[in-house]
């Protein structure tokens, strides 16, 4: 998720094309309004789910399969849905059996499939084909488990006019990512077997949620919470904030590249002339503090942008690296669990308004409020959604999840030029969690995925290595 101009003269229109860009489209009928609670049997039964291609299990390398689940726990006999998992053995080996501990990934999102980590095909023989697994993957055997409703877990037709968005608020929320975790840790690891778990980005409320589970639950010998997005926060300033960081990420772009502005000007002029919206330039934001060196990057994107001339291949490079999550899933979830009380698009308008950018930035909230412009069925979903946003996620008190997280071994990292996140807001807000002798918070340099980086790699292993040793020792006395 949450996830203007070709020359002077015309800045003004180009302002008030961005405003309009941030606005709901506007309907000749109103809205529908959403009755969240209110879903009838036939919608259940007529989730649009599509079909998963069984070879899918067959790898040479990774153990891969589904369990099998209840759509709704709360009616545990009832209607059952497949989550898929990997097991992936360490960087460097083709065996899952290799004596190094588990490391369960929870995605981030909402709505991400393991494959935006590492592709399904990926070779295992090439030991430096890159990945996002390939650090943590020097020390770690990973599990990942696909999102339900994404990728191999029982993929929702995003295509479908059946899509509802009451469905996805019940039954595809951060509580049932929590227990499809657990089932799937459940049956995958061995009862005895210690394991960790990193919660990467909107991937930390499900590690919240874990924590918080009733009933039994198999505990890890300690949770990384890698950029985490966490519970209770106000989301209107925790949009602001992330706007006023990717506002200095772009200052300090144009510090290192002080021909920027004419650049991405021509580039605007480019996208024109090929018959592409010129403001489609706002999708590079997501390079913004990407990795250490990403000044460099983004700079080397925009020349060689510049170089093209074939429409196809333009429109093609400007989607390269977005994240696939920003869909009618996304939208719904990132509502009910990053911006109770908002969507995407109504939040976009009170942060622009709040953070007003310079006209030549690059800036993520004009890609979000391009979802559902097709004048198709989706655009009314969306517009319903703006209308009556989902409720938000139930997640229990501050002060309860700190009892939670006594019982376990807690590290927070951030990334200092993290553009989804402001690392140093953040930072003070992960410390109503702290909690002496069970959490650690360290800060790594590069962008949202820092810890996985290989400084951030390295210093989530010797946490790990640390804790190991602890238990062994307990273990011993005993």
Request: some cysteine; charged content about 20%; glycine content about 6%.
């Amino acid at each position: 998720m949450l996830h203007f101009d070709k020359t002077i003269h015309i800045f003004i229109s180009l302002i008030l094309t961005s405003l309009v860009a941030c606005s709901p489209s506007v309907s000749s009928e109103a809205p529908q309004t959403i009755q969240w609670n209110k879903i009838a049997p036939e919608e259940i039964a007529e989730i649009p789910f599509k079909l998963v291609d069984p070879e899918v299990l067959e790898s040479a390398y990774e153990q891969r399969g589904f369990v099998s689940v209840p759509l709704n726990y709360d009616d545990p006999a009832g209607r059952q849905i497949n989550i898929f998992y990997r097991l992936m053995p360490p960087h460097g080996s083709t065996n899952t059996a290799v004596n190094k501990p588990i490391l369960v990934v929870m995605n981030g999102g909402p709505g991400s499939p393991s494959s935006g980590y590492r592709a399904l095909n990926h070779n295992y023989q090439n030991s430096n084909e890159l990945d996002a697994f390939s650090e943590l993957g020097k020390y770690f055997r990973i599990l990942a488990v696909d999102q339900r409703g994404t990728g191999q877990s029982m993929p929702l037709n995003l295509d479908s006019p059946k899509l509802s968005p009451k469905i996805i608020a019940r039954y595809f929320d951060a509580d049932e990512h929590a227990r499809d975790h657990a089932e799937v840790i459940t049956a995958v690891i061995p009862k005895n077997e210690k394991f960790f778990i990193l919660a990467r980005s909107y991937g930390g409320l499900i590690g919240f949620q874990y924590l918080t589970l009733e009933g039994e639950l198999r505990a890890p010998a300690g949770m990384v919470m890698s950029s985490a997005v966490q519970p209770h926060t106000d989301s209107v300033q925790f949009f602001a904030d992330r706007r006023k960081k990717q506002l200095d990420l772009n200052r300090q772009f144009l510090v290192s590249n002080s021909d920027i502005k004419d650049k991405i000007n021509r580039l605007r002029t480019h996208l024109d002339a090929l018959g592409i919206d010129p403001n489609n330039v706002h999708r590079l934001w997501h390079y913004l503090g990407k990795e250490v060196g990403w000044e460099k990057l983004l700079a080397l994107k925009v020349d060689a942008l510049l170089d093209i001339n074939e429409r196809e291949i333009m429109e093609s490079n400007l989607y390269d690296g977005m994240s696939n999550t920003v869909n009618l899933l996304n939208y719904v979830l990132s509502s009910a669990a990053l911006t109770p009380g908002y969507t995407d698009r109504t939040m976009t308008i009170k942060t622009s308004h709040m953070v007003p950018f310079e006209n030549w930035m690059l800036d993520e909230n004009w890609t979000l409020n391009q979802i559902g412009k097709d004048g198709s069925w989706r655009e009314e979903f969306i517009n319903a959604v703006d209308n009556t946003p989902p409720p938000e996620t139930e997640i229990l008190p501050v002060s309860k999840i700190r009892d939670a997280l006594s019982q376990h071994h807690i590290l927070f990292t951030f990334g200092r030029s993290d553009a989804f996140l402001s690392q140093e807001t953040q930072l003070q807000s992960a410390k109503r969690f702290e909690i002496a002798n069970h959490t650690q918070f360290h800060v790594f340099e590069g962008g949202h995925g820092a810890s996985f980086s290989e400084e951030g790699a390295k210093a989530v292993w010797q946490w790990a290595q640390d804790l190991l040793e602890e238990n062994s020792n307990t273990e011993n006395n005993e």
